[in-house]
């Protein structure tokens, strides 16, 4: 059984107001100065050509002064070098694997973007934000732990940076026009060219590297360390630390600067990198460095141990700095993402310090009273996932999603979601956790906790066989799904209430994550493990193929209009081109017939391949193909069994990757979370207020599961409002059907816009949108949709914008001189189909 023993923190009452106090500040200073530099230029107080003059004095003369003086007068006598190396390893550890999955995601490699993503995720803002902190937790216990920054940063400058500074410049050099042999005049490259060619590359690194201000001050500043005594003398320290002084406010309002008009691209899948980078930088990196300090035991005993774990993760949670911003700069990469990442990184840090600073300053720890608030805190959230699980069931229950891949596996989540919400409701309300109510309550949390981590998993290798095979592998896989979500987390739920439940006193404790100890602990370790390492797995190969496919579709366009074959070369023809990637979508050429299928249009939108059946690679040819079919057909009738959903956007068809994409990575976070708490949990020591933090955390990630399923899923108010009217007038009317007025029963201003229309305009509007559509065995005359009748009364005028063409095309429904195709809805600015009475 796991012991939760007190502990108790030395440190004097007053620490938390302190830290609050100087931590507002410091983070207040860097947003208005922020903000400064971003209404400079919005209001073109300073342009394009004066702030690459600023870059240029912050990255060549102010940053590279600050961090001579640092390191040369500080002071190497009586440091703990063991804790260095810990923060080195774990700075490694995150550096390194940011650099490998970047490269493994991007296709061509980008190994410019790989290492400037790599020093986002390891290099803090350690003196403008970092040390206020530091100062205020801890000047009365440790005060040594304030010069332990002057330390820490050179781990970055000096050690990790330059191998992003060596990826950078080599992705410089790869550029088309330098990485490149170009051929002229029949001449072909050869391997003494292509070795001249990689020399003067790795002469051009090296050279730009050493010289780089920063690197080269860096080194200077530790043998001047030794060369002075920690004593710079005069006539240098007062002209750098006037420069170095100017860093701070130089660095923040550039950044500020360069965010202007660049905010608002961070939307859709632009928001998906930087979400991830700063989920590494403030999640991932304050837990890998207090594992890997604990693990190591860089304490001289086991209560500074605790303390060291406990500032390195306070230090991982420091936003990053904005030299990261200048190092882009410099290079041009992604400079405009690494400027919005920085500061919505900045924004992000602030809660989780300010908790951070006042779990760090708990005076007593007393396990029963932590586990009082994390079961009233478990409760609240589990309330509120109970209530959004069921929100998102019913959204795709109305909008048929629940039949589609892959939001049937996302229901299947929703439902674990809601399994575990449950069980923690009745865990924390029934008074008796004992016996067979105990059991139950147990068996409902659990299963449920236990699916969601499956789950997840499942999702995320049905968005990777959806990418790289074909729909109907997919289908033929999901009884092989069900067993797992569901069979594997009854199974072990079973196997502890068999052979590790020998009477009622496990049920006496009150946090059912770890009701059974270290063997249920290991059960969580071991399943955590498996499903984050296939989850980010398949994140990975799904990007990568992702990238293929959209590189192959371009190449396909490029020959999809090739010269005609057999012309001569002279002319630009020749050969007719390979076949280069998967086939294209199917496409109208001017001399078809002028009605349009809208089932072919919806194929386009059915899977990740046109038809759902898999490439002859795979051996999918002959019966198989024809089971295929017969599987793929059976799920589109399934789906489109009606003329409604074939109405909808092309996207409420589509299985929506980007939002998938986006729900695995916060699962991601969720499990790996999980992982450090059960981890922590089974070789904890004594009780710090990390680990409550940590906890806290964990029940907000994983009861909480739900609410982001909800953020992504249940707040598209276009895909509710139409099945929830269609619902209600089934059950108010007992027909999906449009009742609408008489003639007479009409307002003056109805009847007014629907003569003038009917007078004036109908028939250039008939000729100008009106088309027919084919849909099975139908064909519907000249139909359009709500939309393209917006866009034709604001071109002519009728309306002024969108909102004031909704309500005109409104009167001419209630005039009955516009219907909807089927006479079931009203006027919406949709894909929905219109005719003219």
Not at 602 to 616: H, M, P, Q, T, V
């Amino acid at each position: 059984m796991i012991k939760f023993p007190v502990f108790v923190y030395k440190m004097e009452e007053d620490t938390t107001g302190t830290a609050i106090d100087n931590l507002y500040p410091a983070l207040a200073q860097c947003f208005i100065i922020i903000i400064c530099g971003y209404s400079a230029g919005r209001m073109n107080l300073i342009s394009e050509t004066e702030a690459k003059g600023i870059n240029t004095f912050v990255g060549t003369f102010a940053l590279p002064s600050l961090i001579f003086m640092s390191l040369a007068e500080l002071e190497l006598d009586q440091v703990n070098w063991l804790f260095l190396l810990s923060i080195l390893i774990a700075k490694s550890i995150v550096f390194f694997t940011v650099i490998i999955v970047s490269l493994l995601v991007g296709r061509p490699l980008k190994f410019g973007r790989a290492g400037i993503f790599a020093i986002f995720c390891t290099q803090s803002n350690d003196f403008a934000i970092g040390y206020p902190i530091v100062v205020a937790l801890y000047k009365t216990t440790h005060p040594e732990y304030a010069t332990y920054l002057y330390l820490m940063a050179p781990i970055s400058l000096a050690i990790l940076n330059p191998i992003s500074f060596i990826l950078m410049e080599i992705g410089k050099h790869r550029q088309p026009e330098s990485s490149q042999l170009s051929i002229r005049d029949g001449d072909i490259p050869n391997s003494e060219n292509l070795h001249k060619e990689r020399c003067k590359v790795a002469v051009a690194v090296a050279k730009n590297i050493f010289f780089n201000p920063i690197i080269l001050m860096t080194i200077l500043g530790i043998l001047g360390n030794f060369i002075f005594k920690h004593k710079v003398p005069t006539v240098f320290s007062g002209t750098l630390q006037v420069l170095g002084s100017a860093f701070s406010a130089s660095a923040l309002f550039l950044l500020g600067l360069r965010m202007v008009g660049k905010v608002h691209k961070l939307r859709g899948a632009t928001l998906v990198v930087p979400g991830i980078l700063i989920m590494v930088k403030l999640i991932v990196l304050p837990l890998v460095t207090r594992e890997v300090v604990s693990m190591i035991h860089a304490g001289y005993n086991e209560s500074e141990n605790l303390d060291l774990s406990t500032y390195g993760f306070l230090y991982g949670t420091f936003p990053s700095a904005p030299t990261v911003f200048v190092f882009a700069t410099q290079y041009s990469i992604d400079v405009d993402l690494i400027a919005s990442a920085m500061v919505v990184c900045t924004f992000v840090s602030a809660p989780l310090m300010f908790v951070s600073a006042k779990m760090i300053t708990l005076t007593n720890c007393n396990p029963s009273e932590y586990i009082k608030e994390l079961n009233a805190f478990t409760f609240d959230v589990s309330i509120l996932g109970f209530i959004t699980s069921i929100w998102v069931i019913l959204v795709f229950i109305l909008t048929k999603k629940i039949f589609r891949v892959p939001h049937k596996i996302t229901t299947a989540l929703a439902i674990s979601q809601l399994f575990a919400c449950l069980g923690a409701i009745l865990w924390n309300t029934l008074k008796q956790n004992d016996g067979w109510s105990g059991y139950v309550q147990f068996s409902l949390f659990s299963i449920g906790v236990y699916s969601c981590r499956l789950w997840t998993m499942i999702l995320a290798i049905t968005l990777l066989f959806l990418q790289c095979r074909s729909l109907c592998f997919v289908l033929k896989l999901q009884p092989i799904f069900i067993g797992i979500g569901w069979g594997v987390p009854v199974l072990i739920c079973a196997l502890l209430l068999v052979f590790d439940s020998k009477d009622d006193t496990h049920f006496k404790k009150k946090d059912p994550n770890f009701v059974y100890g270290a063997s249920q602990a290991i059960i969580a370790v071991t399943l955590l493990v498996l499903c984050f390492i296939v989850t980010v797995g398949c994140l990975i190969l799904h990007q990568r193929y992702r990238r293929r496919f959209a590189r192959y579709m371009d190449l396909a366009q490029e020959v999809a209009r090739p010269p005609p074959c057999g012309d001569p070369p002279t002319s630009g023809g020749g050969p007719c081109p390979p076949h280069l990637g998967p086939p294209a979508l199917p496409t109208i050429a001017e001399g078809d017939s002028p009605v349009v299928d809208i089932e072919d249009v919806a194929a386009e939108f059915g899977s990740g391949r046109g038809d759902g059946l898999c490439s002859s690679r795979f051996g999918c040819l002959g019966p198989s193909r024809e089971l295929c079919h017969g599987i793929v057909q059976q799920y589109q009738q399934q789906i489109n069994d009606d003329l409604e959903l074939i109405e909808e956007e092309p996207e409420s068809h589509a299985p929506q990757i980007l939002r998938h994409t986006v729900l695995l990575i916060l699962l991601s976070c969720s499990m790996f979370v999980g992982l450090a708490l059960s981890i922590w949990t089974l070789v904890m020591e004594q009780m710090s207020g990390i680990y409550i933090e940590l906890s806290f955390l964990d029940a907000t990630l994983n009861f909480g599961q739900s609410i982001a399923v909800f953020a992504i899923f249940g707040l598209d108010t276009k895909e509710i409002a139409l099945p929830a009217v269609k619902y209600w007038r089934i059950l108010w009317y007992g027909a999906n059907a449009l009742n609408l007025p008489a003639w007479h029963e009409l307002g003056t201003e109805t009847r007014h816009v629907c003569d003038q229309f009917v007078t004036h305009h109908l028939q250039s509007c008939r000729s100008a949108i009106a088309a027919d559509r084919r849909w099975r065995l139908r064909t519907y005359k000249e139909v359009f949709s709500g939309e393209k009748f917006v866009d034709w009364l604001i071109e002519v005028g009728l309306a002024r914008d969108r909102v004031e063409a909704v309500n005109y095309a409104r009167h001419l429904i209630e005039g009955k001189v516009l219907r909807h195709i089927n006479s079931v809805y009203h006027f919406y600015d949709r894909n929905l189909l219109y005719t003219f009475v």
